[in-house]
C-alpha cells in the first residue's frame, strides 16, 4: 500500500469507528454566531465548526474590495495570492479578528492555566491569546487547488513523532464572496484532528473530504491540528476570504510569512487590539518569504 493509501485507510478506519458510535460525519456543522457551546461541541467532534452569518453580507462586500485593493501580496499554488498584514492597510479589518465569538473559542481551544499552583505559576488570562496575523486569501478564476495541509508549525516538528493532539494556533477563514464548491471553498478532513501526521502531500481529493459551503459573512474555525487545502476555483471571479490566525503566548513569529503590524498602525489601534498585537512589534522579520507590492507586477 503506498503512502496516500495508507492516509487514506487510516481515515477510513475512523469513519467506520464514527458510524458505530456517533453516526458518520460526512457534512461540516454550521451554527450560529453567538453560539459558543455549541460550537466548541462541533470543534470537540470534528476539528472545525463553521460560524453562520458572523458578519454581514454587505461588510463582507466592502471588506472584499479592501483585500483586493490592499497592495502586499505573497504567491501561493498557480492563481492563489496572500494578501499579507491587512491591519497595516485598514483597520476595520479588526471586526473581523475581534469578534468576540472567535475570540472566546480561540481562549477556550488555547488558553492556559488561570489559577496558580504550588508548583506552576499562572501567565495573566487576559495576555494568553494573541492575534498571529490578518492576512487575505484569494483563489482567482481557475486556481489551482491547495496542498492538503495542517497549519504552521505542524509542517516544521519533527515528523518522526507523533503530532501534539491539541492546537498550537487556530486560524479563523472569514468567507467574503460565497464559498462553494465552483469557487474553491476550504476543504477540510473531519475527525483529522485525530490522526497527528501530516496529511499526504497531494492537492487531490481525500477520502472524506468536506467543502465548507457558506454565505458571505460566515467564518470557518479551523485549529492547526485539522487536514485542510483551499479548493479550486471554477468560476470567473475572485474567491476572497480574510484569514485571522490565533496563538498563545508563548508561541513567537510561526512562518516566514508572517509580517509584524507597523509600529505606527499599532500606535492608533484601540487598547485592546493593542493587547493582542503588541508582541508583533518585537518580531525578528529575517526570515522573509517572497512578497511583492501590486504595482511592481508586471503589466
Not at 457551546?37 to 470543534?43: F, K, L, N, S
Not at 490578518?134 to 505542524?154: E, I, R
Not at 468567507?175 to 487531490?204: K, N, W
Amino acid at each position: 500500500m503506498g503512502r496516500l493509501g495508507a492516509f487514506r485507510e487510516s481515515y477510513r478506519v475512523l469513519l467506520l469507528a464514527k458510524v458505530e458510535t456517533n453516526g458518520s460525519r460526512d457534512v461540516m456543522q454550521y451554527v450560529a454566531s453567538d453560539d459558543v457551546q455549541q460550537a466548541v461541541e462541533a470543534i470537540d467532534s470534528d476539528g472545525c465548526v463553521v460560524l453562520e452569518n458572523a458578519v454581514s453580507e454587505s461588510v463582507a462586500a466592502d471588506l472584499t474590495e479592501l483585500v483586493l485593493s490592499s497592495p502586499t501580496r505573497t504567491p501561493g499554488v498557480s492563481g492563489y495570492e496572500f494578501v499579507v498584514c491587512l491591519l497595516n492597510h485598514d483597520q476595520r479589518f479588526l471586526q473581523l479578528a475581534m469578534h468576540p465569538t472567535v475570540l472566546e473559542l480561540a481562549r477556550h481551544l488555547l488558553g492556559g492555566r488561570t489559577e496558580p499552583a504550588p508548583n506552576a505559576f499562572a501567565w495573566p488570562a487576559e495576555h494568553q491569546v494573541l492575534l498571529g496575523s490578518v492576512d487575505g486569501l484569494v483563489a482567482h478564476a481557475g486556481s489551482d487547488p491547495g496542498w492538503w495541509h495542517m497549519d504552521s508549525p505542524m509542517g516544521q516538528l519533527n515528523q518522526s513523532r507523533p503530532l501534539p493532539d491539541f492546537p498550537i494556533i487556530v486560524n479563523t477563514i472569514w468567507m467574503l464572496t460565497p464559498f462553494r464548491e465552483e469557487t474553491g471553498a476550504t476543504r477540510v478532513l473531519p475527525g483529522s484532528q485525530h490522526f497527528r501526521h501530516l496529511p499526504p502531500a497531494t492537492q487531490e481529493a481525500l477520502d472524506g473530504q468536506v467543502h465548507c459551503s457558506a454565505s458571505p459573512g460566515s467564518v470557518l474555525v479551523v485549529p492547526n491540528t485539522v487536514w485542510h487545502a483551499a479548493g479550486t476555483n471554477q468560476t470567473d471571479q475572485p474567491r476572497v476570504a480574510v484569514a485571522c490566525n490565533y496563538q498563545p503566548w508563548w508561541v513567537g513569529r510561526l512562518t516566514m510569512d508572517a509580517y509584524p503590524i507597523d509600529r505606527e498602525v499599532w500606535e492608533k489601534l484601540p487598547p485592546k487590539a493593542q493587547a493582542l498585537t503588541r508582541h508583533q512589534l518585537e518580531w525578528n522579520t529575517e526570515f522573509r518569504g517572497q512578497t511583492h507590492r501590486v504595482s511592481d507586477r508586471p503589466s
